[in-house]
């Protein structure tokens, strides 16, 4: 039996990004289903690292961009680095 569910974030203000933190609370869940994150507005820089002590892989996001945790990845560390990049917005 699969669970499904739809959770919409919408952060007004990112000015000091978003620290890093795993996808796992109650609303969350807490298996290995995957997770789809679709980035809207201005691009930033999205960092991953599994070990909190491990050195962070940065990805440049872009309005429209995706990244899909799933598997072993679904509960890595994940962050919204500060400032957004200016004049990316669509």
Known sequence: QHHTHLLALYY???ARGLGYHRDDGPQD?????PVVS???GCACGFLVKADPR?????VRLASGDAILFGGP???????VEAPIEDGTCP
């Open 12 to 14: 007004t203000d990112l």
């Open 29 to 33: 869940g807490r298996s290995a289903a």
């Open 38 to 40: 679709l980035s809207l």
């Open 54 to 58: 491990a050195a962070p892989l940065r």
């Open 73 to 79: 990845a679904r509960h890595v560390l994940h962050a």
